[in-house]
């Protein structure tokens, strides 16, 4: 692919992210006020604010492309967001998992789609954040799979695709001398 095609599928990847990023944290607020178990309410309220700094870190790297993110996907995502936390109350305890776990699949993909293109265009100092990002994707994805394997349900449901090994995401990259070390922004990007 040409450098300038990779940034394109960057730009685009990285704006479809950070509002869906929102959309996820909102449906998470609404997921885990309707537990009823403490731990599983903490786990998920945990799982928002992960989403909220994934948004805040893809924000920095749109920054420091000079891109702004778009509206039509703040206001998409804002919607999605807001009515699945509503649905959340209504949807008992495992459609909520289940669909969950579904998208949570996906998400761990585009952002291992997202540090190929940074590699490919030349901005090597995202690869790290971005892989990050895709391990904590996949580790949301193999929570939500664990919960919803734990239901009866499961066995007449069809399941997601099975992901990768989570060491597989970084697997192509191991060449680079960086990033072994734990994903991070470099703190003047986060900053600005
Ligand atoms: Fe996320
Ligand atoms: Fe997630």
């Given at each position: 692919?040409?450098?300038?095609?990779?940034?394109?599928?960057?730009?685009?990847?990285?704006?479809?992210?950070?509002?869906?990023?929102?959309?996820?944290?909102?449906?998470?607020?609404?997921?885990?006020?309707?537990?009823?178990?403490?731990?599983?309410?903490?786990?998920?309220?945990?799982?928002?604010?992960e989403e909220?700094?994934?948004?805040?870190?893809?924000?920095?790297?749109?920054?420091?492309l000079a891109?702004?993110?778009?509206?039509?996907?703040?206001?998409?995502?804002?919607?999605?967001?807001?009515?699945?936390?509503?649905?959340?109350?209504?949807?008992?305890?495992?459609?909520?998992?289940?669909?969950?776990?579904?998208?949570?699949?996906?998400?761990?993909?585009?952002?291992?789609?997202?540090?190929?293109?940074?590699?490919?265009?030349?901005?090597?100092?995202?690869?790290?954040?971005?892989?990050?990002?895709?391990?904590?994707?996949?580790?949301?994805?193999?929570?939500?799979?664990?919960?919803?394997?734990?239901?009866?349900?499961?066995?007449?449901?069809?399941?997601?695709?099975?992901?990768?090994?989570?060491?597989?995401?970084?697997?192509?990259?191991?060449?680079?001398?960086?990033?072994?070390?734990?994903?991070?922004l470099p703190?003047?990007?986060?900053?600005?």
């Open positions: 692919m040409k450098r300038q095609d990779s940034r394109k599928g960057l730009v685009k990847l990285l704006q479809l992210a950070y509002s869906a990023e929102m959309g996820a944290a909102l449906a998470y607020r609404g997921h885990w006020h309707s537990l009823v178990t403490a731990s599983e309410r903490a786990e998920v309220r945990h799982i928002e604010a909220w700094l994934h948004r805040r870190e893809v924000g920095a790297l749109l920054r420091d891109v702004h993110p778009r509206l039509s996907y703040e206001i998409k995502f804002f919607l999605i967001g807001s009515v699945l936390r509503g649905l959340c109350n209504l949807a008992g305890w495992f459609w909520p998992m289940y669909g969950a776990g579904r998208l949570e699949s996906r998400n761990y993909r585009e952002y291992a789609q997202a540090a190929d293109y940074a590699f490919e265009c030349g901005q090597t100092d995202y690869v790290n954040c971005l892989l990050g990002m895709a391990e904590t994707e996949w580790d949301h994805e193999c929570y939500f799979r664990g919960k919803v394997e734990s239901h009866l349900w499961h066995k007449f449901i069809p399941m997601w695709e099975e992901t990768a090994p989570k060491a597989s995401i970084r697997q192509n990259y191991r060449f680079h001398q960086n990033l072994s070390s734990p994903a991070s703190q003047s990007k986060l900053a600005a």
